[in-house]
């Protein structure tokens, strides 16, 4: 007997017959012979709903107050859905994140879990039940205050009761088959991945991949569970993102996937003194705007002038706030202009097998040059290479570096992505 | 400084302006100097809507689950208020039942409080901020779940608030000015009442005054919890339920007020052995289908027949069960026929004065007589009267007894009763 543990998004409860559609699934689970855990989102617009009549009320912020008030979305989908499978005659029992003992700390809206103590889940599985949890949200030891996890926060708390119950795998359902050689709505022959390293998740996922949100791989692959991406609609095998897929080396493929992104923007800081010291300042400032910084660049100064320009990218939403913090310390970072460039997209190679492979640098430019894409921007990690170009020209990027590594399916057109980040 | 728990129904919070109105209301009684607690229900119809999504999701029983979704319509009224009272100015938390130290024990759906540890609230009462409480819940503390109380939930809750607080007053909010002397719809010249004993309002809300549930006045009385009824549009001085009213004894009115209930029917038995122990088969059947019976009546029987007919009455919603156990039981109680009357209403006369005056009795039957009302049933207590008659003769019977015992006011119309019973 097995012990899995599943997790289903807003869109997968989003009414009365999608949730007793999902009932259907966790009862054949149960059936053939699985201990099951369940972690469920709020139904379909609830979130936003709540949102609203919070907005209409106030203007102003109560973070603790507003955890409180949204944590009543998951409450309502994991009752419901616990009368769903009991009506299908497998017991059932659900349970909110505190009384999952599902722990957190840090900020409203934003929690981490620090700990899970699942003795409640353990019981309802003694009992032959299936236990049903409220994702996103937990308890702050500190305070006893509910808290939400902010996004994502439903994959992660499937991935901490999986950790916690030692279960055998973790099932993520979404709205697409699994995870992807590429954005399939960018390219049609994108492959459905039979598995992937939870490193090569993380970074197809920090370079705009958008099944899986970075923080839950991470914690996957702190605690070695296995996360199995698949449909709530199709039944298809997904992938699993594991610690080392499977095969002979000599076969297994170089590349995983191409990742794209047009979600960020590029500030080129211009006229900076060449001088130790300046870029340290000039990241300082836009650290204390809670910037989260992805790339940067710094030219090769011109030697008589004693000046040079940093370019750095970041998310456009946090473009503002960047601004705001440079100009406030322009003097004594001492740069003449800010350039913001906000028609950029990033390309990104990603791949476990680049470590051990040669050349593959030199076939990502040249398959770029041919498709006559200009390069503004580099950045490599071990297992990554990202170039940034203009945005109008990424999904031909994409295209052409898709087709030049081989990724190509022989077997037609994929399911187009989508989903939610909760 | 006093400190006062503040009660605040559905139809006062039933959206958004309302909730600011509310929040307005209870940051003036905090500016006033006074410690405030509150308890909310949840806003207008969401608890009827929650009903139906799971009317529309299982057709089943699942009094757990059914607990736990009903308890996200006050966790949102909660903390939309504590929102708004913190827009204001003044520091606000909002609590869960279970945070708020309200411990039931009991049946899924009415459970009873059993216990209140509030310390979570006396620290927020010193922190200097407005605690409020989700009405209508509390945690089993043997299960760690959650329950509701049923009817009269929310009430409850404020009043055992203040009890374990021991708080100066209880304010119950709600959308008519106090407690009347009679129902204004049907007597337009009732009086709001200054104040009326524990008794006597049990005995009202027992006969029919819907404006506080007994269960809550009981717990009132038990812990002499001062209860204040007023009205959250007007802000007029309301009704004060307590011990003893005030007052110079000679001029203390004799007579509360005139209750009246369409809600019940009768169901009489018809041929009953006359011989000891057919009573309490009978009720002995009726009891196993938790059926709440009111007032009983058998008729002398005739000698020479050896039988006799037994009357009750009881909740219409409950004829059905009590005929199927009668029924069940028939051999062993050995009746010939069951006839049920639905189309009754009993009209009740209440006041702790009764008991010291005499002449009352005369004087009510006396007024019935000269407006031709027939009395079929007849039922007292040692603070109350009440006489079943036919439905269509009740309102006529009211009018005639309140003014003949001279309740009738002098400044005009009352304001129109409503109200919810949650």
């Known amino acids: 007997m097995a012990l899995v543990v599943q997790k289903y998004g807003g869109s997968s409860v989003a009414d009365a017959d999608a949730i007793k559609r999902v009932a259907r699934r966790i009862v054949d689970t149960r059936n053939a012979g699985n201990d099951v855990v369940v972690t469920v989102s709020a139904m379909g617009d609830t979130t936003d709903e709540l949102i609203d009549l919070s907005n209409a009320v106030s203007g102003a912020e109560h973070p603790r107050e507003m955890d409180i008030l949204l944590t009543a979305g998951e409450r309502i989908s994991m009752s419901l859905l616990a009368m769903a499978v009991r009506d299908l005659g497998v017991g059932a029992q659900s349970f909110t994140g505190p009384q999952a003992g599902v722990l957190t700390s840090g900020a409203y809206g934003r929690a981490r879990i620090i700990d899970v103590t699942p003795g409640r889940l353990r019981s309802a599985l003694d009992a032959g039940d299936v236990a049903i949890v409220a994702g996103f949200q937990g308890l702050n030891q500190d305070t006893q205050d509910i808290q939400t996890l902010g996004r994502g926060g439903s994959d992660t708390t499937a991935v901490a009761l999986a950790a916690a119950l030692e279960a055998d795998v973790c099932e993520?359902?979404?709205?697409?088959?699994?995870?992807?050689?590429?954005?399939?709505?960018?390219?049609?022959?994108?492959?459905?991945?039979?598995?992937?390293?939870?490193?090569?998740?993380?970074?197809?996922?920090?370079?705009?991949?958008?099944?899986?949100?970075?923080?839950?791989?991470?914690?996957?692959?702190?605690?070695?569970?296995?996360?199995?991406?698949?449909?709530?609609?199709?039944?298809?095998?997904?992938?699993?993102?594991?610690?080392?897929?499977?095969?002979?080396?000599?076969?297994?493929?170089?590349?995983?996937?191409?990742?794209?992104?047009?979600?960020?923007?590029?500030?080129?800081?211009?006229?900076?003194?060449?001088?130790?010291?300046?870029?340290?300042?000039?990241?300082?400032?836009?650290?204390?705007?809670?910037?989260?910084?992805?790339?940067?660049?710094?030219?090769?100064?011109?030697?008589?002038?004693?000046?040079?320009?940093?370019?750095?990218?970041?998310?456009?939403?946090?473009?503002?706030?960047?601004?705001?913090?440079?100009?406030?310390?322009?003097?004594?970072?001492?740069?003449?202009?800010?350039?913001?460039?906000?028609?950029?997209?990033?390309?990104?190679?990603?791949?476990?097998?680049?470590?051990?492979?040669?050349?593959?640098?030199?076939?990502?430019?040249?398959?770029?040059?041919?498709?006559?894409?200009?390069?503004?921007?580099?950045?490599?990690?071990?297992?990554?290479?990202?170039?940034?170009?203009?945005?109008?020209?990424?999904?031909?990027?994409?295209?052409?570096?898709?087709?030049?590594?081989?990724?190509?399916?022989?077997?037609?057109?994929?399911?187009?992505?989508?989903?939610?980040?909760?």
């Open 172 to 422: 993520i359902y979404t709205d697409v088959d699994g995870v992807f050689s590429a954005d399939p709505r960018i390219v049609p022959s994108a492959r459905k991945l039979e598995s992937i390293t939870y490193e090569e998740m993380l970074d197809m996922a920090a370079s705009g991949a958008k099944v899986l949100m970075p923080r839950c791989v991470e914690y996957a692959r702190r605690f070695s569970v296995p996360i199995h991406v698949r449909s709530s609609f199709s039944g298809l095998t997904g992938t699993m993102v594991v610690e080392e897929t499977q095969g002979d080396d000599m076969e297994d493929p170089i590349i995983a996937g191409v990742a794209s992104d047009r979600s960020e923007a590029k500030i080129t800081v211009i006229g900076v003194p060449d001088v130790p010291g300046s870029a340290a300042r000039l990241f300082e400032a836009v650290a204390t705007a809670d910037v989260n910084i992805d790339m940067i660049v710094q030219n090769v100064s011109a030697t008589h002038t004693g000046v040079t320009d940093i370019s750095f990218t970041l998310p456009t939403a946090q473009v503002a706030a960047a601004k705001s913090a440079l100009e406030a310390d322009a003097e004594q970072i001492g740069f003449t202009e800010l350039v913001v460039d906000d028609t950029i997209g990033k390309i990104s190679l990603i791949g476990a097998g680049m470590r051990a492979s040669s050349g593959v640098s030199a076939k990502f430019f040249a398959a770029l040059r041919d498709a006559g894409i200009n390069i503004e921007m580099i950045s490599t990690s071990d297992i990554r290479i990202s170039v940034v170009t203009r945005s109008e020209l990424l999904d031909g990027a994409v295209r052409a570096v898709h087709t030049a590594f081989g990724l190509d399916s022989t077997q037609g057109e994929a399911v187009v992505y989508g989903g939610t980040g909760r």
